[in-house]
């Protein structure tokens, strides 16, 4: 079993995290991706705009159809209010797979370049590194060539691999920003996620 843990503050979901979960499940041959909102990212200074519940029922609508594809609430908002850390999550799937499918099993965590380039920031980058298979999709504006300044082991290297070539031009605080000045984003919303929007009232100035 090849399963990846695609962690974000998907807020709203968005036509590039569809595609870069697409394009990592073909190229690795992946059997499940879970979509995990994150109640609290530890790295974002300003709280999601719309609620940790909106944000899943959001994701369940945008992955709707997608056989590959399941949303997980593994990083719901911890009770004591603190970050949910990549490091904990990780460690817990590992322990969870362990004993549901034995060994039988590898963990991919999918993640942008933008967020893999900003890793030095992350909780314990050493041990994110063991925990899984990284695998690091482009994203326009962050340049992928140059890994030197994350100063990876040669060992660790062999845990990252790169998805270049995917070049999906859109942005959560982009599309946040839109539709706080009333304007149509459907096209790069995921299906459906631009109903429900409108229907909750989401991301208007008001
Ligand atoms: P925001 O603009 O609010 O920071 P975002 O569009 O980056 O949001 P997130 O939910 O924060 O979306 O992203 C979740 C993961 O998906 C991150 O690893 C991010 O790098 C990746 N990602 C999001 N959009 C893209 C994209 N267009 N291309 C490649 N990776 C992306």
């Not at 997980?72 to 970050?83: H, K, L, Q």
């Not at 070539?165 to 859109?170: L, N, R």
């Not at 982009?174 to 996620?193: I, M, T, Y």
């Amino acid at each position: 079993m090849r399963i990846a843990f695609f962690g974000g503050t998907f807020d709203p979901p968005h036509r590039g995290h569809i595609a870069i979960a697409r394009a990592a499940a073909e190229r690795f041959s992946l059997d499940k991706v879970l979509f995990a909102p994150t109640g609290k990212q530890p790295l974002k200074s300003t709280a999601p705009g719309a609620s940790y519940e909106d944000r899943l029922a959001m994701l369940q609508l945008a992955i709707a159809g997608e056989s590959l594809f399941e949303t997980s609430t593994i990083d719901a908002p911890r009770p004591d209010g603190t970050p949910n850390y990549t490091v904990d999550t990780l460690s817990r799937l590992n322990h969870e797979l362990s004993i549901e499918s034995g060994a039988e099993r590898k963990i991919f965590c999918i993640v942008g370049a933008d967020s893999f380039l900003d890793l030095r920031q992350w909780r314990q980058p050493e041990l994110l590194l063991e925990l899984a298979e990284w695998l690091v999709v482009s994203r326009p504006g962050f340049a992928l060539e140059d890994l030197s300044p994350l100063k990876l082991s040669p060992l660790q290297h062999t845990h990252v691999h790169l998805l270049r070539g995917i070049a999906v031009d859109v942005s959560a605080t982009h599309l946040r920003e839109a539709l706080r000045n009333g304007q149509n984003v459907d096209p790069d919303l995921a299906p459906g996620v631009g109903d429900y929007i409108r229907q909750h009232h989401l991301y208007t100035s008001h």
